[in-house]
């Protein structure tokens, strides 16, 4: 789980994001970004997986958990820097017949990409 300094949680941060226009797309997620920063705290990040890509909630948290981890997982590397106030990493359907290596693939790509 991602350390609270890292969540994004109100509503009004989401939709600040979605409103910059900024987004990168790799295999099945996009990644909206928020305006940029200085380097004194955390980027915040939020993942977002819609009803639309499968009604059981069961597999929209599985994607949910695999996103933060391979996020968990480039923060514990140092690979992710604090340029940006926030981050929304939004799954598509391909998502669902991923295993974790290939998500952890698509989110390094992505983060990279930042």
């Known amino acids: 789980m991602l350390p609270k300094d ?20 790799k295999d099945g997620i ?14 915040k990040i939020g993942f977002v997986v819609s009803k639309k890509i499968h009604k059981r909630a069961v597999k929209r948290n599985r994607i949910k958990r695999l996103m933060r981890e391979s996020y968990r997982l480039l923060i514990k590397e140092g690979a992710v820097s604090d340029k940006y106030i926030s981050l929304i990493f939004v799954a598509s359907s391909k998502l669902l017949n991923m295993n974790f290596k290939e998500v952890d693939n698509a989110m390094r790509k992505l983060v990279y990409k930042l």
């Open 30 to 43: 996009t990644v909206f970004i928020g305006k940029e920063k200085p380097n004194e705290y955390p980027t």
């Open 6 to 25: 890292y969540r994004l949680k109100k509503r009004s941060a989401f939709t600040a994001t979605y409103k910059t226009g900024k987004t990168l797309h």
